[in-house]
């Protein structure tokens, strides 16, 4: 400056975000243990896992996050049933309410399938960050396997794979029993467990929120 020279604008420069840049895919598990009665509530686990999934689809409508919805059961290795409730090319609108409130509880909970399928839908997309969102009430298991410990490795390999990928996954458990599993299965740092079910509603917008924000 003191000898009439312009200094380069660089040295103060920055690359900033300026937008969140950000696909999310909500993955409920509808297994028949989500038909049990929430103590200290009128509400089946399923019921408030579909409150909830209603308050945080408002929510990534709200701040412009392209979002994906799937439920997820199985039957066996052969019948695993993975239901997309929305795509992320769709709008929420009334139809994505009319599959939320026909979900029905049933089955199995063969996770580790369901994940791989996930990651199908959430690779598709260009986005910076991709994120898989989890909300299960129980640990992997299905009729066809008698040991536990298998269904979790397999559902632990398959997040591995989506986490090479580059996608993130995160599970919300449902009740403190599942702790263990959990973190075998995502690791300490990407789940969640919340003993208080009714809260759900409230605590899964927020913990988005917070994830993202």
């Known amino acids: 400056q003191r000898v009439g020279l312009t200094p380069d604008p660089r040295v103060y420069g920055q690359w900033v975000r300026q937008d969140r840049d950000l696909s999310v ?22 019921g408030l896992e579909v409150k909830a999934a209603t308050l945080l689809s408002h929510a990534m409508a709200g701040v412009g996050d392209p979002f994906a919805l799937a439920a997820f059961c199985s ?14 090319e ?33 690779a598709g997309q260009d986005t910076y960050r991709k994120l898989l969102l989890i909300v299960t009430d129980g640990e992997p298991s299905d009729l066809d396997i008698k040991d ?5 490795e397999d559902a ?17 458990g449902l009740g ?26 409230e605590k899964l917008p927020q913990l988005y929120l917070k994830m993202t924000g």
């Open 90 to 122: 769709r709008p929420f609108d009334r139809q994505t309410y009319s599959f939320l409130a026909g979900l029905q509880s049933g089955l199995s909970t063969r996770m580790g399938a369901a994940i791989r399928h996930a990651g199908v839908d959430l």
């Open 156 to 172: 632990r390999r398959s997040v591995q794979s989506l986490t090479y990928q580059g996608i993130d996954v995160f599970c919300v």
């Open 176 to 201: 403190g029993q599942i702790s263990s599993s959990l973190d075998a299965i995502f690791g300490p740092k990407n789940s969640l467990v919340i003993d208080r079910i009714e809260r759900l509603p």
């Open 75 to 88: 039957n066996n290795r052969d019948d695993v049933r993975y239901f997309r409730l929305k795509d992320f």
């Open 148 to 152: 536990s410990r298998y269904l979790i």
């Open 25 to 46: 895919l909500l993955l409920m598990d509808i297994s028949e243990s989500t038909s049990d009665m929430v103590k200290d509530s009128p509400e089946t686990v399923l």
